[in-house]
């Protein structure tokens, strides 16, 4: 208990800075767990015929390809001119998303002291632990726009404007097939 409070994980800004991680951290998941599910769906309506489709989504895309792989199906038949139905932008949004979350998932939040005390809920900043400290890693910013992805400087509302682009062409896709 005393070492909780000399990181000073029972403050205000600790609990705000907690709830919004957790927030974006769950959105972010959800999102991707939904994608993923889109993607298997497609590829098995595309690939087997309708009485088939069930089985090969659940045997073969849900169990046993991963999502980088069915992505790389999903970009390579766009390259390959084999589907349409999809937005100009679709495999990089998948690929802007896919890193983010991985990112996410190997990093810790930052919780230096300084860091939780002046938390203000602008933005969120993870860390990989390496060479026994902290390295600031991953910003995501929640109130703004503003990112630069090269510099893992991501925006909240990108993260979610490009995640609903993606779940909405699999709708339309969906119609297509």
Known sequence: MERKEKLQFNNENYLKLREDSDRFRGNLIDMMVNIE????DFLSEYFAKKELSDDLNMYVFARELSFESK??????????????CFYKDFSNDLQYLQIL????????????????D??????????IYELKK???????????QTENPDKLIYSQESVIARANRVMASFGKAKGII
């Open 37 to 40: 599910f889109f993607m298997s």
């Open 71 to 84: 992505k790389n199906i999903l970009s390579n038949m766009i390259a390959n001119k084999k589907i349409n």
């Open 101 to 116: 979350r991985n990112k996410i998932a190997h990093c810790t939040l930052y919780i230096a002291k300084e860091y939780i």
């Open 118 to 127: 002046s938390y203000n809920r602008n933005e969120l900043i993870y860390a």
């Open 134 to 144: 902290y390295e600031k890693s991953v910003v995501v910013r929640l109130n703004t």
